[in-house]
Each structure stands twice: as C-alpha cells, then as structure tokens.
C-alpha cells in the first residue's frame, strides 16, 4: 500500500489525521508543508489537491482531502476499523461528537478567540466583549465534552475518531492561554478534560505529531 499524506505543522485538521495514521499503524510517507513558504500553493501540491490546503492523502494514486472524509476512509483500508467502531448507533455517537466539536466548541468557542488576538491590524486591540463571549461558550462546551467522556476517552477506552478531533483544538486552548494571557483561557480546562487530555499526549505516538514550533 502507498499512502502519501501532506502535513502543516500547526493545522489542527492536518494534526487529527496524523494522530489517526499513527492510532491505526497505517504505513505512510509523510511530507510536510511549509505554510511560510507558500507550499500548498505551488503547482505541484494544487495538482494534487485544487482546493490547496491539508491535509491531503494519496493512496494508490487516489487524492484525497478534507480531514473528515480522510478519517472515514482511513477506518475503512485498515485492518481493523478503531476510529469508528462499534454498532451504528456507537458510530453514530462519534460522528455527532464531531459535529458538536467543529460547530459549537470550535466555531462559536474557540474560533472568535483566535480571530480577536491573532487576526486583527497593528495597533488594533481585542473586542473584550468578544473576547469575553468566546470564553464563555467555550467553558459551557467543555463542561460538556467532560460530560460526554465514557471511560477514559470519549467512546470508551481507546481513542477514537471524536478524540483525535477534538485533542488539536484542546491544545490550541492551552497554548493561547500561555502566550496570550488576555485570553483568560489559562486553567480553563476542568478536570476531566485536562485528565483526558493528558491520556492524548500519553499515547506512545503523540510527541512525534507535536507540532515542532510549540515546543519553544
């Protein structure tokens, strides 16, 4: 089998996939994109992929990209199916959680955070009340995350397709609230999602997807 996948440090959508690749012991050649360098939209890269952006797979000569599809199809060419296991209510339960993750805790959460301390113009300063909302919606849904867990991980006792999308955007909570400490996100992790969170990076996997230039 040959199977290509494109990474940008630092994507939380191409980070799901590479903790998923690992999870499923799935062999891979892995090429990593310099964002900076404008890689993904150099013709090479846009040939492969027109929409120009990771994470991207190639297996057998068949592209593929946006995260979710590649999570589903990952689960189906491996030997044994871990990312969405279970009866079809099981399934069912995971695809939701997703959802729940990408529409409430990331989009109304998470996301008016970043755009208010890392999108504005020089000398513009955060919308507090933003700011202020952001955090607000983003505790109520981890509260709720920490609700959703059944066992040790959000389906059970291994990671599956709803952990590994879930974790980047966990980590990216913690590492605004320590270099942004207007976020007021330090500590706003509760108990069961930082114990969960610490069952991620515990994985035997987990520190060969850490993106690099976090760790400074």
């Known amino acids: 089998m040959s199977l290509k996948f494109f990474h940008g440090h630092g994507s939380p959508y ?3 996939v590479w903790l998923a690749l690992e999870h499923l012991g799935l062999p891979y050649e892995l090429t990593v994109l310099s964002f900076s360098d404008k890689d993904q939209m150099k013709p090479g890269f846009v040939a492969i992929n027109p929409r120009h952006q990771v994470p991207t797979i190639v297996h057998d000569g068949f592209a593929l990209w946006e995260s979710l599809p590649i999570l589903e199809y990952l ?10 296991p279970g009866s079809a209510q099981e399934r069912a339960r995971i695809r939701r959680l997703i959802r ?3 529409n409430h805790l990331d989009d109304q959460g998470l996301t008016p955070i970043y755009q208010e301390l890392y999108t504005r113009g020089p000398g513009e300063q955060p919308d507090m009340a933003k700011l202020d909302a952001g955090r607000k919606k983003l505790a109520e849904e981890l509260d709720y995350f920490g609700s959703e867990l ?6 059970g006792d291994s990671p599956t397709a709803a952990d590994f999308a879930l974790y980047p ?5 913690k590492r605004i609230g320590a270099k942004k ?8 992790l509760p108990p069961p999602i930082a114990e969960w969170a610490a069952r991620i ?16």
Request: glycine fraction near 6%; proline fraction near 10%; hydrophobic fraction near 40%.
């Open 181 to 188: 400490p207007e976020s007021g996100l330090a500590g706003i």
């Open 201 to 216: 990076e515990a994985l035997p996997y987990f520190d060969k997807t850490f993106p690099p230039h976090w760790r400074s």
């Open 14 to 16: 191409a980070w799901r």
């Open 100 to 102: 729940e993750e990408e």
């Open 150 to 155: 059944k066992g040790r991980f959000l389906a």
């Open 169 to 173: 955007e966990i980590a990216y909570v």
């Open 75 to 84: 689960d189906e060419i491996a030997p044994a199916r871990r990312l969405y």
